[in-house]
Each structure stands twice: as structure tokens, then as C-alpha cells.
């Protein structure tokens, strides 16, 4: 099956809310390697003027992951997982990410272009925090290529 | 003990790393990032789709890679924009049972600009394994006083 070019330009809208724990975010920069004690005690982030623990840098692909999924899953977008490589990345924080966030991802799909049997396929994230009153605030834009392999490649 | 922007010169040197990787690193990266691609936990799914062997997330690489910058940096929330590509997959061999390293990625990060205006600095990161260049414009851009 090959990847529907139709794709170019399409958005999912922001799907579900997801809730940054301060477990998670222990567990994901614990993962990443990473001993900052700004994602693990919370005296000491505080310390630094901020609400709560600060996710790593890369903390945000969770939530940029979900979104791509709708789009990775949706069956018209002909894309086979198992062929996924990630071709590029980029994070561009307006905010730091903290423990008690609850964030939404507005995914765009910026580019799709053909590549020999494959495709390379640009999407965008753009990550907003909710409030009490859920108004949105900007926290981060990511941007990802993803190359899905054809046959032999 | 963060940077201070008026000590800093395009070239210099912040630092080095060395990461060692294991397959169970892998499992525990796909856990906490939700990323369950077999081709990074399973030899036989990953061979079956043409790739050489389990690859490292280019995600994990990216995550870890970036820890030289935040710690020099102080304080994590100072990286306000970080970006790379991923030119080759990190092949992790399977030493479960050992206390050998899978596979083990050299990161060097240095001063590549200065925007004083802006008040941030530009650190590229040179990220190696098997004596390969694995990611490629690797750059963290960071917030200084």
C-alpha cells in the first residue's frame, strides 16, 4: 500500500488531554538518562522558580507521539508502522513543561513527499497547557519527519 | 553554577559524555515514552523489516544526548528549542546477562553561536556510535544570563 498524497495539509484537532505526572516525568528522564534534579525533587525546582518538576527537553515526543498516531492509524493514510524511521525533530518550548500540566496536541501534517517506493511525511504538534477554564496557553511546537520505508529500501 | 553569556566564545568546548546502552535501556525507553516499535526491542521483527538488528530509538538518542547540555546549563527549562536528524540507526547488541554495554554514544557539545540580542546560545552537539556520526545538525538552543 503506498502513502495517500491527499494527506498534505490535512490537522487533527486536539484529541484527548494528557495529564504530566510527576511519576512520568521521574520515569522518562530516568529513561533518557538524565540526573538534573529539577526532574526529580521538587524543593529544587521550585528553587528555580518554577511550579512544580520540569520535564526533560524531549519530554514533549509523548504527547506529539499520540498525536501521530492518529495519523499513523488512520486507515487512509496507507502508512505501515513496522517501516517507520525517524528521519528528523525539533522542539521549540515557549514554556518549560511542569508536573500538573495538561496538555493538548493540534496535529498538522505539513509535507508528504514521495521518496522511491516510500515517503517522507512532515507533521507538526503544536502543544497547548489548559487552564481551570480551559483556555490555551502555548507551550511547545514540534516538528517530525518520518520516513516510511518502501520495499528494498 | 550556570554559564554566564559574556564568558562564552563560538568553538569552545561545554563538554563530553559517554552513554552506555543496553537492550533493557531500550524496553525501558519504550515504556516511558510510549514508542512500542518493535524494531526496538525485538531482533527478529527488526531483521524481518530489512533493518541490520534492535536500533535504539532516534528519540532515545536525541533525549539522552541533550542531558550535557541541561546540566550545563543548571536548569533544564533553559533549552527552549532543540533540534536534530537522525542519519544513521544506533545498533544495540544484545548483552542481557552481562555487564557489557549494547552499544555506547560519545556526545560532544560546543559553542556553534551567540545571539546576544536574544540572550540564548547555540550549543551543537557531535553524536557518535561505532564510530559513526548518528545524529546530525544536533543543536540545543539555550537561555543564559
Given at each position: 500500500?503506498?502513502i495517500n498524497p491527499d494527506l498534505q495539509g490535512r490537522s487533527y484537532p486536539a484529541a484527548e488531554v494528557y495529564d504530566v505526572g510527576r511519576e512520568k516525568i521521574r520515569?522518562?528522564?530516568?529513561?533518557?538518562?538524565?540526573?538534573?534534579?529539577?526532574?526529580?525533587?521538587?524543593?529544587?525546582?521550585?528553587?528555580?522558580?518554577?511550579?512544580?518538576?520540569?520535564?526533560?527537553?524531549?519530554?514533549?515526543?509523548?504527547?506529539?507521539?499520540?498525536?501521530?498516531?492518529?495519523?499513523?492509524?488512520?486507515?487512509?493514510?496507507?502508512?505501515?508502522?513496522?517501516?517507520?524511521?525517524?528521519?528528523?525533530?525539533?522542539?521549540?518550548?515557549?514554556?518549560?513543561?511542569?508536573?500538573?500540566?495538561?496538555?493538548?496536541?493540534?496535529?498538522?501534517?505539513?509535507?508528504?513527499?514521495?521518496?522511491?517506493?516510500?515517503?517522507?511525511?512532515?507533521?507538526?504538534?503544536?502543544?497547548?497547557?489548559?487552564?481551570?477554564?480551559?483556555?490555551?496557553?502555548?507551550?511547545?511546537?514540534?516538528?517530525?519527519?518520518?520516513?516510511v520505508r518502501g520495499e528494498g529500501q | 553554577m550556570s554559564p554566564k553569556f559574556e564568558e562564552l566564545t563560538v568553538g569552545q568546548e561545554i563538554g563530553t559524555r559517554s552513554?552506555?546502552?543496553?537492550?533493557?535501556?531500550?524496553?525501558?525507553?519504550?515504556?516511558?515514552?510510549?514508542?512500542?516499535?518493535?524494531?526496538?526491542?525485538?531482533?527478529?521483527?527488526?531483521?524481518?523489516?530489512?533493518?541490520?538488528?534492535?536500533?535504539?530509538?532516534?528519540?532515545?538518542?536525541?533525549?539522552?544526548?541533550?542531558?550535557?547540555?541541561?546540566?550545563?546549563?543548571?536548569?533544564?527549562?533553559?533549552?527552549?528549542?532543540?533540534?536534530?536528524?537522525?542519519?544513521?540507526?544506533?545498533?544495540?547488541?544484545?548483552?542481557?546477562?552481562?555487564?557489557?554495554?549494547?552499544?555506547?554514544?560519545?556526545?560532544?557539545?560546543?559553542?556553534?553561536?551567540?545571539?546576544?540580542?536574544?540572550?540564548?546560545?547555540?550549543?551543537?552537539?557531535?553524536?557518535?556510535?561505532?564510530?559513526?556520526?548518528?545524529?546530525?545538525?544536533?543543536?540545543?538552543?539555550?537561555?543564559?544570563?
Amino acid at each position: 500500500m503506498s502513502i495517500n498524497p491527499d494527506l498534505q495539509g490535512r490537522s487533527y484537532p486536539a484529541a484527548e488531554v494528557y495529564d504530566v505526572g510527576r511519576e512520568k516525568i521521574r520515569e522518562f528522564a530516568k529513561a533518557v538518562k538524565a540526573s538534573n534534579p529539577a526532574h526529580f525533587d521538587v524543593e529544587t525546582a521550585r528553587a528555580m522558580g518554577h511550579s512544580d518538576l520540569v520535564a526533560p527537553p524531549t519530554f514533549a515526543i509523548i504527547v506529539a507521539q499520540r498525536a501521530d498516531a492518529q495519523l499513523v492509524e488512520d486507515p487512509e493514510s496507507g502508512i505501515d508502522f513496522s517501516r517507520v524511521v525517524h528521519a528528523d525533530q525539533r522542539f521549540t518550548h515557549h514554556r518549560a513543561i511542569v508536573a500538573g500540566d495538561r496538555l493538548v496536541a493540534e496535529l498538522h501534517v505539513d509535507g508528504v513527499r514521495a521518496m522511491g517506493g516510500g515517503a517522507m511525511i512532515t507533521t507538526r504538534s503544536e502543544i497547548f497547557a489548559l487552564d481551570g477554564n480551559d483556555d490555551r496557553e502555548k507551550v511547545a511546537t514540534t516538528t517530525s519527519s518520518i520516513l516510511v520505508r518502501g520495499e528494498g529500501q | 553554577m550556570s554559564p554566564k553569556f559574556e564568558e562564552l566564545t563560538v568553538g569552545q568546548e561545554i563538554g563530553t559524555r559517554s552513554i552506555e546502552v543496553t537492550r533493557q535501556d531500550l524496553v525501558k525507553y519504550a515504556g516511558a515514552s510510549g514508542d512500542f516499535n518493535p524494531i526496538h526491542w525485538n531482533e527478529a521483527f527488526a531483521t524481518s523489516v530489512e533493518l541490520p538488528g534492535v536500533i535504539a530509538h532516534g528519540m532515545f538518542t536525541m533525549g539522552s544526548a541533550v542531558q550535557l547540555v541541561s546540566d550545563w546549563a543548571g536548569d533544564p527549562a533553559a533549552v527552549v528549542d532543540y533540534q536534530t536528524r537522525f542519519t544513521k540507526p544506533v545498533l544495540v547488541a544484545d548483552t542481557t546477562g552481562t555487564d557489557e554495554a549494547g552499544a555506547v554514544i560519545d556526545v560532544t557539545g560546543v559553542v556553534g553561536a551567540l545571539d546576544a540580542e536574544a540572550g540564548t546560545v547555540r550549543i551543537d552537539l557531535t553524536v557518535v556510535a561505532a564510530g559513526q556520526k548518528v545524529l546530525m545538525k544536533s543543536q540545543a538552543v539555550v537561555k543564559v544570563s
